[in-house]
Structures are given as C-alpha cells and as structure tokens.
C-alpha cells in the first residue's frame, strides 16, 4: 500500500455518508494492517514512524467517529512496546494487532446484539429511528420472536425505508412513519431501541437528529429507551465545544430562497436521564457513566 | 342555491385538505346565507326546517372541526327565535346573522394576531411547525420587528415550504429544518408560536403532528409556548375516544412492501401542561381552561 494509495483511502473516509463509525474504524484497521505490511522502510523505527503517521492522518480524518478514535489509539499504543522485533517480525505483528482490532470490533458487535435479544425478549413492538447497523442484527435474530417494529422515514435521506424494506424481507410487521409522527407513535411501543454515532462520557447519546424527540415523546409515555451499542463507541472526552455535523442542504431538496437558510444538522444529543439502558458488550447497564456501572443481565 | 349546489358545497368540504378551520366554518356560513335567500318554501316553518337541515349536514361533514361545529350551532339556535317573522323577513335576517358569525369569526383572528403580535413584540427568533394561517398573520405584522423564524418542512405535504417562501416575500429572516432537527432548534428560539386546528376543554392542543414534539422539546429546554387561536376553536366537548384523522399513505411518496403498514395521522395532542400562553382574541391567557381563565395582557 504506497502513498498514493493510502491518500486515496483516506479521501474515501472523509466522505463517506454510507458506513457506521464500527464498519468505518475496522476499514482503517484494515489499511493499517496492509501498510504495516507493505510500507518501504530500511528499519524498524522508520517502519514505526510511518505507520504512526499514517494512524494520526485516519484519526485525524473522522474526529467525532468514536470507534476510530478507540480502535485506532489503542493500535497506536501497542506500536510503541514493538521496538525489539526485527523489521520482518514488526511489519507481521504490527499488521496482526491491526487485525486483533478488527477481530475485537466484530466480536463486541455480536456480543451486544445478543446481549440486546436476550434483554428484549419475544413479543415486543419496538420503536427505532434512523438505522443502525447493530438494531438491524437484532430485528434479525428477533424476527421469529413475535416482534413488531415502528419505523420513521429518517428524513432528508429516508434510510427508514431501508430499513422497512429489509423488516418486510424477513416478514417482520412493521409501520412506517413520518418522523413528525414519532410522538403519536411512542405510545404505541413498548420499548425504544437506538444504535449510537457515539456515547458522551456522562452517558449521553449523539445519534441521528431526532433521537432525542423519539426519547422526550417516550419519557412522557413511560416507554423505556434501550441504547445498544459497542463500548469503542464511548468518546473518552469532548475536547473543547461539541460540534454535531452539518451535512449539505441540497439533501433536502428544497429550492433556494433569498433570506432562507436551509439547516441539515446531522446529530442531536440525547441526555442521559432520558435513557434507561445502555446495552454493550460486557452487559446491559442501568446507568450510563461506566466508571458507576451495575451489569445487570436477565436472571442476574 | 338548489339541492344539487348545496350537496355539490357538501362534497368539497367534506373532501377538502387545504383550507383551516376557520375559513371552512365562513365557507359553511356563507353557503347558509344564500340557503337562507334561495331555497324554495312556501312558509316560515318550511324555510326554517330545509335551513336546520343543512345546517346539520354540514356541521355532519366535518365533526372534528371545532370551528364548524361552534359557529354553525350559534346559528342554528338563532333560528329557533325567528318564527314570529314573515317568510321574506326571514329570509334576511336568517342571512344577516349567518353573515354575522363570518364577521365575528374574521374579527375574532384580527384581534388574536393583534393580541399575538402584541404579547411577542420586537427582536424575536420565534419557531413553529407547519402552516397556520394565523400564525403566518402574525408573522406579517411582526416582519418591520427584527423577527427571526425557524420553519420545519411539515411532511407528508411539506406547507412548511410555502410559509418559508412567504416569509423570503416578507424579507423575514428565516431557517428551514427538517421535521427532525426540532430538538435542535427549539434551544435556538426565543419562543414557540403554534396556530390550533382545535383546543381540547383542558387546553389541550390538537394540531399537526408534530407539535406535540416540538412542545416537549421546548419545555425540556425552557422555551416558552404560546397557542394562538380564536375561542370558536374550543371543542366544548369530546364525545367518546377523541378520533385524530388519517390521511392517505400515499402521501409519504413511498412505494408499498408487503408486511409494512404505512401510517399518516395528521394531527397529534399537546397536553395543556406543555403550553405556557393561549392566545385568543380576548387576550392572553395563563390557564388553557376558560372557566378559570386569567386574562393577562402586557402592562396589565
């Protein structure tokens, strides 16, 4: 993987509008990996310079992609107690921890979805908004449990549908929503379930814009709010003022006006007193500051 | 007006989805007068029973709309006090106070917007949801006062569009969101003004879905809510479950899968505990209960 390669790569990451941060951040690993195997380099510690370079450019390329931001620091770190290989062995252990990263990503991936199926159970009707990656898998492993699924449009790009039409694959009853209509609707289910962009170090919940109405409009209904997502989604601090992306207005589809400024602000953030469990890899959790936790799985 | 007239008028309200209340209550009042001038009848008694008549139909056609029901049953019990007339007079003056109740109902929103517009003053950034014809009359006497509006698009129908066009007519400054992006905005705005399709007896909002959304995320960020709307849109009272309409699905745009249940409730409730002010045309109110009102009006 050279250098013109890798820019590419890069360029790729930072317009991706697609992947979630988990498929994104196992995808940089992945070019971690190659390049540890394939960068030129007459020494170790060259070797290790590069490939800490090209590691801060990928951070670097998605700030607010927390599992990017794990994923990646932790590969960094463990470069820096490799000094003692020989080139050989560094470029094929350097490339395996990239590849422990990915392994590590995909088995938390599947530990919280069991974790959320167990917790949820049969014959639910669940509310979601917007889709994730992580609720998907688990409407798949519920899809013979009696469970019916809510679900919005997820405008300006309707990804709702998506979403819908894979539900209608697996025969699971579903109902699709405006997203004006989620507060008519949270009344309906007995639980909420969220995937996350990211979690705050108090709990908090960054996740597509209306997450937080769908968590209001289920507070007042007594209708409890499940997050499920993997721990490498956990920011470990906010630098500075939190910044939600803004995506291009044109994804409205609106005409332009003279004096209207048309607004497409990706994110909004849902306070942790508005959630009722965050469900990892390690359990399903009452409080939403991990320092605190209490697991608490079914039967315990 | 013979009888294939009036079922034709019958036929376009009960159809009708673009017109408010109000003007649909004038409308009926309207079609009443030229009844009143028209219908064949050869006595006092025969005039006043084919009147009744469609009346009822009418107040038939549109149950939820408070407006229809309140103005029109005004009317109706007027009638009952005309027989010492002469057929001729009662013609005229069967007219004469249908075309009272659609003066009263025009002066009525005149002296709401007056009211509102009043009550907000100068140098506001004010956010609303959907289209309320009188909000958008507030909005008009307000754009010489430094206003500043966040307009949602409103799906299925997106009207939030045509209000962000007039507003650009009006040199209003305004932000157009998606209905999603309300948690965000409503931090960002001094105020919340919401037009009413109807008030419950307790204060409580219907209005387009939405709303109810909108009112809990104001009040999670200490926004204040102000209602705005005439006393003829009180229902004064809701028989059995309050049935809220829904419209056709194909509205959202999208197209059927098998398994997926499209829904489209036009209208969702803001409890009265949600709404700071309700502004009517006899002033500003602090309770949504009219019995118990407080009248509150700026320096009083």
């Given at each position: 993987m050279d250098d013109l390669a890798f820019e590419t790569a890069l360029n790729e990451l930072r317009a991706d509008?697609?992947?979630?941060a988990s498929e994104l951040a196992r995808r940089c690993l992945d070019l971690l990996a190659r390049s540890a195997q394939s960068v030129p380099a007459n020494e170790g510690s060259e070797l290790l310079g590069e490939l800490t370079r090209r590691c801060d450019c990928l951070i670097a390329a998605?700030?607010?992609m927390a599992p990017i931001q794990n994923l990646l620091a932790a590969w960094r770190s463990s470069?820096?107690?490799?000094?003692?290989?020989?080139l050989p062995e560094l470029r094929s252990v350097a490339a395996d921890k990239a590849r422990d990263g990915i392994r590590q990503s995909k088995q938390a991936m599947v530990k919280v979805v069991e974790n959320s199926v167990e917790y949820i159970g049969s014959d639910k009707t669940i509310i979601t908004h917007s889709l994730s990656s992580t609720v998907l898998a688990v409407f798949e492993k519920l899809k013979d449990r009696n469970t019916r699924v809510i679900v919005t449009?997820?405008?300006?790009?309707?990804?709702g549908y998506i979403l819908a039409r894979q539900l209608s694959d697996w025969d699971i009853s579903a109902q699709l929503i405006t997203d004006a209509q989620l507060g008519l609707f949270a009344a309906r289910a007995d639980l909420v379930l969220l995937g996350a962009d990211s979690l705050l170090p108090d709990g908090s919940l960054i996740n597509k814009s209306g997450s937080y109405l769908l968590a209001l409009a289920a507070h007042d209904c007594g209708v409890p709010l499940y997050v499920c997502c993997?721990?490498?989604?956990?920011?470990?601090e906010v630098m500075g003022e939190l910044e939600l992306e803004e995506m291009e207005a044109s994804e409205l589809g609106t005409s332009s006006l003279p004096g209207v400024r048309v607004r497409n602000i990706y994110f909004d953030i849902t306070p942790?007193?508005?959630?009722?469990r965050w469900i990892d890899e390690a359990g399903v959790h009452a409080t939403g500051i991990l320092s605190e936790e209490t697991h608490r799985m079914p039967g315990q």
């Open positions: 509008r697609v992947l979630g998605r700030p607010s470069l820096a107690r490799l000094d003692r290989f020989s449009e997820s405008r300006p790009l309707n990804e993997e721990s490498f989604k956990r920011r470990k942790a007193g508005l959630i009722d």
